[in-house]
C-alpha cells in the first residue's frame, strides 16, 4: 500500500491519501487528544505529540502539526501510523462503528434561517456543495453552511482549512465573490 502526501494552503497541514475511502458519509475533524478519543486512528496521531488537528474526509486525512514541529521529521511517523491502520482494516471509529459517538450536528451552532429567505437559501446551499465544497476538500478541508441572515452567509472552515493564513481570503475573495455573482441577494460571507 502507498499513501500519497500533498501539501494544504496551511503549511501546518498535510493531505494524507490512502487511496481508499475514509470516510463513508460527510467529515470529522479532532481539535484534541479528548476528541480523538472517539477514533482509534485519531488517537494514535494525536499520541506523537506533535499533532494538534486531524480530518478525516471522504478520501483523505489531512494532519496539523504543532507550531515549531518539522513535517520532514514528523511525516514518516504518520505515515506509519495511517499504514498499520488501514492495512489492518482497524475500524475509523471506537466500537467498529459510530453509533454512540458524539459527532456535532451539522446543523449545531447554525443561525437559523428566515422561511421567507428558502429559495436564496436553496442557491446558496447548491453553491457550495457543487462548487465550493469540491474546491475545498482538495485542499484538505471543509466548509459548512452555518446561516443566512440580512444579506450575510456565515460559513465554518474545517480541516487544513481552520486556521490556514490564506482561510480569510478564501472567504471573502473566492467564496463572496462566488456567491454574490450568482445570488444578488448575498452582501457579504462571514466565518461561524
Same mark, same amino acid.
Given at each position: 500500500?502507498?499513501?500519497?502526501?500533498?501539501?494544504?494552503? +496551511?503549511?501546518?497541514?498535510?493531505?494524507? &491519501?490512502?487511496?481508499?475511502?475514509? $470516510?463513508?458519509?460527510?467529515?470529522?475533524?479532532?481539535?484534541?487528544?479528548?476528541?480523538?478519543?472517539?477514533?482509534? &486512528?485519531?488517537?494514535?496521531? #494525536?499520541?506523537?505529540?506533535?499533532? %494538534?488537528?486531524?480530518? #478525516?474526509?471522504?478520501?483523505? /486525512?489531512?494532519?496539523?502539526?504543532?507550531? @515549531?514541529?518539522?513535517?520532514?521529521?514528523?511525516?514518516?511517523?504518520?505515515?506509519?501510523? &495511517?499504514?498499520?491502520?488501514?492495512?489492518?482494516?482497524?475500524?475509523?471509529?471506537? @466500537?467498529?462503528?459510530?453509533?454512540?459517538?458524539?459527532?456535532?450536528?451539522?446543523?449545531? @451552532? =447554525?443561525?437559523?434561517?428566515?422561511?421567507?429567505?428558502?429559495?436564496? !437559501?436553496?442557491?446558496?446551499? =447548491? &453553491?457550495?456543495?457543487?462548487? /465550493?465544497?469540491?474546491?475545498?476538500? +482538495?485542499?484538505?478541508? =471543509?466548509?459548512?453552511?452555518?446561516?443566512?441572515?440580512?444579506? !450575510?452567509?456565515?460559513? %465554518? $472552515?474545517? @480541516?487544513?482549512?481552520?486556521?490556514?493564513?490564506?482561510?480569510?481570503?478564501?472567504?471573502?475573495?473566492?467564496?463572496?465573490?462566488?456567491?454574490?455573482?450568482? /445570488?444578488?441577494? !448575498?452582501?457579504? /460571507?462571514?466565518?461561524?
Amino acid at each position: 500500500m502507498y499513501i500519497e502526501t500533498e501539501t494544504t494552503p +496551511n503549511p501546518a497541514t498535510l493531505k494524507f &491519501l490512502p487511496g481508499r475511502q475514509v $470516510m463513508t458519509a460527510g467529515t470529522r475533524e479532532f481539535t484534541s487528544p479528548e476528541d480523538a478519543a472517539a477514533s482509534p &486512528l485519531a488517537e494514535a496521531l #494525536f499520541d506523537l505529540g506533535d499533532v %494538534t488537528g486531524v480530518f #478525516f474526509g471522504q478520501s483523505f /486525512v489531512s494532519i496539523t502539526a504543532a507550531p @515549531g514541529t518539522e513535517w520532514p521529521a514528523l511525516k514518516p511517523q504518520v505515515v506509519s501510523i &495511517l499504514l498499520d491502520h488501514f492495512v489492518s482494516e482497524a475500524p475509523l471509529f471506537a @466500537g467498529g462503528d459510530a453509533s454512540g459517538i458524539a459527532v456535532p450536528a451539522e446543523d449545531e @451552532g =447554525d443561525f437559523g434561517d428566515d422561511p421567507a429567505d428558502a429559495d436564496i !437559501v436553496a442557491q446558496i446551499r =447548491d &453553491l457550495i456543495e457543487t462548487r /465550493v465544497r469540491p474546491a475545498v476538500a +482538495n485542499d484538505g478541508g =471543509d466548509i459548512i453552511y452555518r446561516g443566512f441572515r440580512e444579506g !450575510v452567509v456565515y460559513l %465554518t $472552515m474545517q @480541516g487544513a482549512c481552520s486556521g490556514c493564513p490564506s482561510s480569510t481570503a478564501t472567504l471573502k475573495h473566492g467564496i463572496e465573490s462566488l456567491l454574490k455573482h450568482y /445570488v444578488p441577494e !448575498v452582501t457579504e /460571507v462571514r466565518a461561524a
